[in-house]
């Protein structure tokens, strides 16, 4: 019974703090949406457009922003969070999206394979506040049509001394990450190429790297390149539903509270063996959401850099179409 009594508890105190974010025209779910706290904090809404906020969880927090593909910011003061949220479509926007017929001509399959390695010390660790992007190039002017993504993932043996062995019991994980893809914008990442939601659920089931069907989205690869992002949304259930997670772990020390940003799993695992510095990053809750490129000069307290591994090895697969 008192088993029974906690567990009704915690259901009401959960059902009361979860709030629903929704298209203002549609009224439907606005799944994945970011609700940023202002000061370096944040969380993300899963699939059904909900998440948990209360003031007694983030008693600091006065303010929630609060933004998603294709919709307007929405900024509000966290004593008005209600149980559903309307976000109002950014017509301009999508406006802009390029709709194309179905291309029925011949075309050849290319490849950029990705980098793999599974070396722990060579790894960026996955925080639900970073965003990483990756430059591709556009090599000649046919028309190519982006198919599939590789993304290069580590993965961790339960036995540390066994960690050399491939078939090493490897720990196990259920993650969610969010992918887009930006049009070049003078170097950096600009406008979606798609404002659709584009997730996937990885294990350590799926090896090594984590191939992402996107022939579906019909992703046309721009003159002047693009940029592929991946960025971690937390851990999930069994099912694939994104779980509660906390951005930070508390660690008292003299007297203070000090937040530590934790780090998700898998590992992402970079390499030294491109040349260009094609990567780039973001922090989505902190510094102006703004990027920068991963490179010394902008970046010193990096190990990876440090190490010299400056690139996240992303692979792609497109169609190249041939000439009418």
């Known amino acids: 019974m008192f088993k029974q009594s906690i567990l009704l508890f915690f259901c009401s105190i ?13 009224k439907h779910p606005v799944s994945y949406a970011t609700i940023s706290f202002g000061n370096g904090q944040g969380v993300f809404a899963d699939d059904e457009g909900m998440f948990v906020f209360t003031k007694k969880i983030y008693p600091d927090i006065d303010s929630l922003f609060i933004s998603a593909l294709g919709f307007k910011d929405l900024h509000i003061s966290s004593e008005t969070v ?20 179905k291309i029925d001509r011949k075309y050849k399959e290319e490849t950029i394979k990705p980098y793999l390695d599974d070396d722990y010390y060579a790894c960026w660790l996955p925080t639900i506040e970073s965003e990483i992007a990756v430059y591709f190039k556009n090599p000649d002017t046919k028309l190519k049509k982006l198919t599939e993504i590789q993304f290069p993932i580590a993965l961790e043996s339960v036995d540390w001394e066994k960690r050399h062995k491939a078939n090493a019991e490897k720990k196990p994980f259920s993650t969610l990450f969010k992918v887009k893809v930006y049009l070049n914008n003078n170097g950096f990442p600009g406008k979606p190429l798609s404002y659709e939601n ?32 991946l960025q971690v949304l937390g851990y999930t259930d069994d099912s694939g539903k994104l779980l509660p997670n906390k951005k930070y772990k508390e660690i008292k020390s003299r007297g203070q509270t000090v937040k530590i940003p934790t780090n998700f799993r898998p590992l992402l695992p970079f390499t030294n063996e491109i040349p260009e510095n094609n990567t780039y990053i973001k922090r989505v809750f902190v510094n102006h959401n703004q990027w920068i490129q991963f490179k010394k000069e902008n970046i010193n307290d990096s190990s990876l850099l440090k190490a010299g591994l400056n690139n996240y090895g992303i692979g792609i697969s497109y169609k190249a179409f041939k000439d009418e």
């Open 14 to 26: 959960t059902s009361f703090a979860q709030t629903i974010i929704i298209d203002s025209q549609t």
């Open 82 to 101: 209600s149980d559903t949220l309307q976000l109002q479509p950014f017509i301009d926007e999508l406006d802009e999206v390029v709709v194309r017929a």
């Open 198 to 229: 584009m997730v996937f659920r990885v294990t350590e089931k799926d090896g090594d790297a984590y191939a992402m069907d996107v022939s579906a989205y019909d992703i046309y690869i721009p003159d002047s390149g693009f940029f592929v992002s």
